[in-house]
Structure formats: structure tokens, C-alpha cells
């Protein structure tokens, strides 16, 4: 079964041939064994062929195995590759690490958990855990290779460790005491090895680093490995509670051993960062239903937010045009967008101005709840109004809520609902089969959402893989630049003009092609026709060039391509909601609105790029990293005792690390200034 083609495959395709093995497979950071994402869920789902194109063709980066239908004795040096050959069942499957050999077998009858032992140098992982797999490549730039010999097609065909296997694996921890088992109820701790239930994780991480600190190892290889080893805890640690143990063994065991030599960790080097793109403001003064609506909303508010009125406005317009209308590629209304601007500016006007008018004109139907309490619950909305529109107040927040480890599951699937239902409004929902009520179908749903956040509760709330799963790229997200300024007029709320009311009352009621019932219920049960809105030959082939400059964007393969996924798609959208609102019973797409549309889709992504290199981050270092940089470049040049100031939540050597960092990959300078040292974001 080995051969050298296989060792040349590249880490798409032998994923790929490790899927058809039966494996569960999931992409970790290049040179590390860190996931990309949260990977417990490949623990018993595998991958689509589609999903594994995405996650590794074109990117660079390692493979993992779940253990979850396979067994892997780790052994971690050669003495320790040679014992497991000589005592332990063979095994067909091997593969070469850098400094041993991990040996592949069939999952148990009985669930094996991960334990060590640390006399002979051998990790077993069973379910819950994950190894790295060839042709990953490790921290120190050796390459893992596969040792696949006849014997076995698929991971069902490999042998079982056998107890006797167990029992000698087991033999040098405590005179058969049992396993070093990852788990805080049962993690043995000290010289005797004895288990400690209240605090056991936190003992056994400090445990482990120490162990790796005494073989020698870097601080980022033990970063890396005590991250994956805390995943695979049912019961995992916040990544800034094990970044916090790293910190203090080292710093106890630099104490201890004063001429000891510790290998600091691997200073990332970020991409290159974009710039700062400017807001197109002629793009604000739109004709039509549109504008008037955000004209109305802007002159009415204390603190006008011209930018957020607009991302309220779209949306609340696409519930009301939706499930009436269609332009080419069939596409809808639909859309989400997203308002993010600093505390107390005024973020509030445009929800509550544009709730009025819809309830003045009759169309409040079309105004769904506030806030998601489950997934079950948003169906139901649409189920009663299948053209809703959503706005969500302190939407980071939300998105934390959902996004927690510990979230319920009705909580935790909203998002996925939201992505699914974004990609329906053109075809029939089907919702969930239910064992004792009937499945919810809705037929052409037109969800609409606005959002508003503030920066940092936003992006802290993200990971990249939102930027990968395709969450953040249906999403166009408004900035409200500047600070809060005094205002202007003293805010008074009107009822809406009637110009406005009329405008909306009329095109609630319109029915394009069809009778007074016409698509009035969500299930299909009424005919739904749509009013085509046809696009001008010129306004064609605008769309089809900005089509290739998403292509251009999306074949870059940056961590960041994947926000450009739907960039035609949007553009499409808000053309079609332009030409709508500028005359709905004659619309068409020429090359005004499409101009428009590209050009607020471009800045709206490039803007998003711009915001996910200076907030988003996967770990505690990164976000620090991140942090500092957004103080120094919003400072315009800052000194040493004010930096301190604003970093003093850091220890003095972490912020000097840091500093360092941002230094190196030329993303601070530091200059001479009148009263010392100036730094600089470049």
C-alpha cells in the first residue's frame, strides 16, 4: 500500500485519501498543531471533498486526524518507536514524526481516553483527541510521513490494542495505578501520582509544561501542544488560562535555572496590513424611496450617523420589496447588514425611525423581533411573515452568546439558521423533522437583517473560522467614522412625512402579476409570482468586471480572500434594491445603480479586510499583538510611560515581546521625539 506517490500528494489531496480511509480529518496552522477552528465537531462528522478543497487548496497549511474511530500510540522518541514495536499488537499504519513514530489502530469496543506515560515517552489518544498527519510539517521544518504497509484498506481494518497492550503501556506509571488520564476528574499531579478533582486541568497543564520544558522544547511547541491537549479535555480551559500557566512555569523555571536557555516563541509575522480605505460619502445621496427614507432619518436625528442610517434602510427596504421581485441569477432581497460604531453616537435613530414608518403605513408585519431567543424561534417568525426584518441591538454581544462553548444548542444554531435561510430566498426552507410535531417549510423566505455593534465587542466575538465558514462574507458591515460631536439641532421625533408613508403602504400592498392572495402564506400554498428586473446591457458588463476583480481577489489565497466569496452577489442585491426604490413598477438595473453598487460593495469588503487585520485574532498573544498596534497607529506617535499606561493589564516582558513583534514585521517604527522615544504605526 506505500508507495513514494503517496508521500508526494499534496495536503488537499491526501486528505482527501485519508477521508476515503475512514478517517476524520481537520486542517491546523501551518508549521504548528494548533486547529484553525474549533474542531470538535469533526470528532463524528467528516467533511465534505468541497469542504477540504476549501480549507486547503491554495492555503498553506497542516492536517489533522480526530481520534475519534482510531487509536494513536504517540511514541515520542526512538527508544520509544522501538519499544512500541516490540511489545505492543502490530500495526500496519505508521507514521514518521520528528523525533518517533505514531502508530495508528481501530478504535476499542470500550472509549480509550488520552493518557501519557511519561517513563517511556508514549501518548496514547483516543476519542476526543487529534494527531497531526502527513505531509503536515512540523514547528522545526521536518516533514511527517506516512509508513503504510498491506495489511489494511480502511481505518476498520486495523488492529485493536488489546488489554494486555493497555497493561503494558500502563506498567511505568505508579505501579499499575492506572492512566494519566486528560481529565479533571481523574489527572495525577504530583510525585505519587495521586488524582486531583478541584483544579486538576490547571495542574496537569502546569505538569505537562514542565515535562516539555525538561525535554527541552520551545515555548511555541509547547504552546502548540498544551492547546491541543487542552482541546481534547471535555471540559476545555479558556486559551488565556493556558497561556497564563506557559507563562508562569517558564518564568518559575528561568528563576530556578539561571543558566537555563529557553527558546522564546516564534514572533508571528503578520501579512502585510491593507490601508485605511476612505469612505466614498458621494455614495450616500441615492435617488429614490431610498434616499428619501434616509434623508428623513439623517435630518431628524440629534447625531446624524449617515453611514448606519443607510445600512438600516437597505435592509428594512429588501423585506418590503421581498418575495415580489427577482433579477438575474435569481436573485432576491434578501440581505444582512451590519452597523458598527463607538458607544453613544446614536446608533439608535435609524432602528426606531424606521420601526415608525412601517407601523404608520401599515407594514409593521414586516418588523420581526429584536432578539433571537433559538433557531426554532426565528423559523416561526418567518413562518407567520416569510418577509421579515430583524434588527438586533448590541449584535456582538449576541454573537458571543451563540458563539460560546457553552451555549445551549437552540442558542448555537441560530447562525447556521441565518446562513441556510440566506441562501433559500429563491427555493422552499425545509426545517428541521421532529419525531413529534410536523417539519416547518417555508417557501421562498426573505430574511433581512441590521445589526449594530461596537467594534471591538464585534470582532472579539469572531474567529477565523467565520472568515472560512462563509458567516462573515453574507454580512456587509457600515462603519460610523468620527467621534460624537455636539450636535446640531435638539432632536424632536416627527410622525413620518405622508410622502414616505404612502411610498411604503403602497408597496406593501403591491402584488406584481398576481391576485389579492398571491404568495400571502409561507408554506407554498399560494402561487408566489415575482416581478423581473431586468439589467441593461452596460450595467452587464460592469457587474461582469467587478467579477474579475473578486476573482483576482479570491485566487490571492489571503486569510482574508474568503470575505470576497459574495461580492458579486451583494453588488447584485443592491442594485436591484436601487433600481426598485427608484421606480418599482418599471425597475430596471442600469448602469447608475450597478455603478453604485460596486462601488459600496468594493469599500464595504475592503473596509471589512482592513477591520479583521487590525481586530480579529484566534488567541490571547495575537489579540495583544493586535491591540497594541491599534493603540500606537490611533495615538499618531506614543511614548513609552503612556504606552505603559495603556498596556499596563500586560507584564513588563510580555509588552516588551510584543513591541518587539510589532518592530520586526515593520509594522511600528520608533522614532526620536522631543521627550524620547516616539512609536509609530507604519
Given amino acids: 500500500m506505500f508507495s513514494e506517490k503517496n508521500a508526494l500528494l499534496s495536503t488537499s489531496e ?28 469533526w470528532q463524528t462528522e467528516k467533511p465534505t471533498i468541497d469542504q477540504i478543497k476549501e480549507w486547503f487548496e491554495g492555503e498553506k497549511r497542516n492536517l489533522a486526524i480526530a481520534t475519534s474511530n482510531c487509536v494513536v500510540v504517540d511514541a515520542d522518541s ?45 501518548d496514547v489518544r483516543g476519542f476526543g483527541g487529534y494527531v497531526v498527519a502527513p505531509p503536515s510539517t512540523h514547528p522545526s521544518g521536518s516533514i511527517y510521513t506516512w509508513e503504510m504497509f498491506d495489511g489494511a484498506n480502511h481505518v476498520d481494518d486495523l488492529p485493536e490494542l488489546t488489554k494486555q497492550d493497555f497493561k503494558l503501556i500502563n ?31 490547571n495542574n496537569a497543564a502546569a505538569s505537562l509544561c514542565g515535562r516539555y520544558l525538561g525535554e527541552g522544547k520551545s515555548v511555541q511547541e509547547i504552546s502548540d501542544l498544551l492547546h491541543a491537549w487542552n482541546q481534547s479535555n471535555p471540559k476545555p480551559l479558556d486559551a488565556d ?83 415580489k421581485f427577482e433579477a438575474e441569477g435569481s436573485t432576491r432581497t434578501n440581505i444582512y447588514t451590519i452597523g458598527i460604531a463607538g458607544t453613544a453616537v446614536g446608533k439608535n435613530h435609524a432602528r426606531s425611525s424606521i420601526k415608525a414608518l412601517f407601523e404608520h403605513a401599515g407594514a409593521d408585519q414586516l418588523i420581526g423581533g429584536e432578539d433571537f431567543a433559538s433557531a426554532s424561534g426565528l423559523i416561526l417568525a418567518l413562518a407567520r411573515n416569510p418577509s421579515c426584518y430583524f434588527m438586533v441591538d448590541e449584535f456582538g454581544l449576541f454573537l458571543q452568546s451563540v458563539m460560546h462553548k457553552n451555549a445551549a444548542g437552540h442558542r448555537a444554531e ?36 441590521y445589526g449594530t455593534t461596537t467594534p471591538s465587542t464585534f470582532f472579539d466575538a469572531l474567529t477565523s473560522d467565520r472568515v472560512i465558514d462563509g458567516f462573515l462574507n453574507r454580512i456587509l458591515v457600515f462603519h460610523h467614522e468620527g467621534e460624537r460631536r455636539r450636535p446640531k439641532r435638539i432632536g424632536h421625533r416627527k410622525p413620518p412625512p405622508s410622502y414616505l408613508i404612502d411610498q411604503i403602504r403602497a408597496l406593501s400592498e403591491f402584488k406584481p402579476l398576481g391576485g389579492n392572495l398571491a404568495g400571502t402564506t409561507s408554506d407554498g400554498t399560494t402561487d408566489l409570482d415575482v416581478q423581473f428586473v431586468t439589467t441593461e446591457n452596460d450595467a452587464r458588463q460592469l457587474w461582469f468586471d467587478f467579477s474579475d476583480l473578486v476573482c483576482d481577489r479570491l485566487n490571492k489565497h489571503s486569510s482574508t480572500s474568503p470575505l470576497w ?10 442594485a436591484m434594491i436601487y433600481a426598485i426604490s427608484e421606480d418599482y413598477r418599471r425597475a430596471r438595473i442600469d448602469i447608475k445603480a450597478m ?9 464595504l469588503i475592503d473596509f471589512s479586510v482592513h477591520s479583521v487585520e487590525r481586530y480579529l485574532s484566534d488567541g490571547y498573544y495575537e489579540k495583544e499583538v493586535k491591540r497594541m498596534h491599534r493603540i500606537i497607529e490611533e495615538s499618531g506617535g506614543i511614548g513609552r510611560s503612556d504606552l505603559t499606561r495603556k498596556t499596563q493589564h500586560l507584564k513588563m516582558q510580555l509588552r516588551n515581546e510584543i513591541l518587539s513583534t510589532l518592530i520586526d514585521s515593520g509594522q511600528v517604527a520608533r522614532e526620536k521625539g522631543i521627550n524620547g522615544d516616539l512609536y509609530v504605526a507604519r
Fill in 14 to 41: 491526501e486528505a482527501e485519501r485519508l477521508l476515503s480511509f475512514g478517517f476524520h480529518v481537520f486542517p491546523l496552522k501551518y508549521r504548528a498543531k494548533t486547529p484553525i477552528f474549533a474542531w470538535r465537531k
Fill in 414 to 449: 441560530i447562525l447556521s439558521t441565518l446562513m441556510q435561510l440566506y441562501s433559500s430566498s429563491c427555493t422552499k426552507f425545509r426545517g428541521r423533522e421532529y419525531a413529534t410535531k410536523d417539519r416547518m417549510d417555508i417557501d421562498q423566505p426573505n430574511a433581512c437583517l
Fill in 241 to 323: 488560562e493556558i497561556d497564563g500557566v506557559i507563562q508562569s512555569i517558564v518564568k518559575t523555571h528561568l528563576q530556578r535555572n539561571p543558566m537555563a536557555v529557553v527558546e522564546a516563541v516564534e514572533k508571528p509575522k503578520p501579512e502585510p496590513r491593507t490601508s485605511k480605505p476612505k469612505f466614498p460619502y458621494h455614495l450616500l445621496n441615492v435617488p429614490g424611496l431610498m434616499g428619501q427614507v434616509c434623508d428623513w432619518i439623517n435630518e431628524s436625528a440629534m447625531h446624524p450617523t449617515p453611514a448606519l442610517t443607510m445600512a438600516a434602510t437597505i435592509p428594512a427596504l429588501g423585506a418590503l420589496f421581498g418575495r
Fill in 565 to 574: 466569496g459574495r461580492a458579486e452577489e451583494h453588488a447584485m442585491k443592491l
Fill in 171 to 201: 506498567s511505568g506509571i505508579g505501579q499499575g495505578k492506572g492512566n494519566l488520564v486528560f481529565d479533571a476528574d481523574a489527572i495525577k499531579t504530583s510525585a505519587e501520582a495521586t488524582p486531583t478533582k478541584e483544579g486538576g486541568r
Fill in 78 to 122: 526512538s527508544d520509544a518507536a522501538k519499544w512500541v514495536e516490540e511489545h505492543l499488537t502490530k500495526t500496519p499504519w505508521r507514521v514518521k514524526t520528528k523525533n518517533g513514530k505514531h502508530f495508528f489502530f481501530k478504535a476499542s469496543r470500550e472509549p480509550t481516553k488520552n493518557s501519557v506515560n511519561e517513563q517511556l515517552k508514549i
Fill in 595 to 603: 455603478e453604485w453598487a460596486v462601488q459600496l460593495v468594493k469599500y
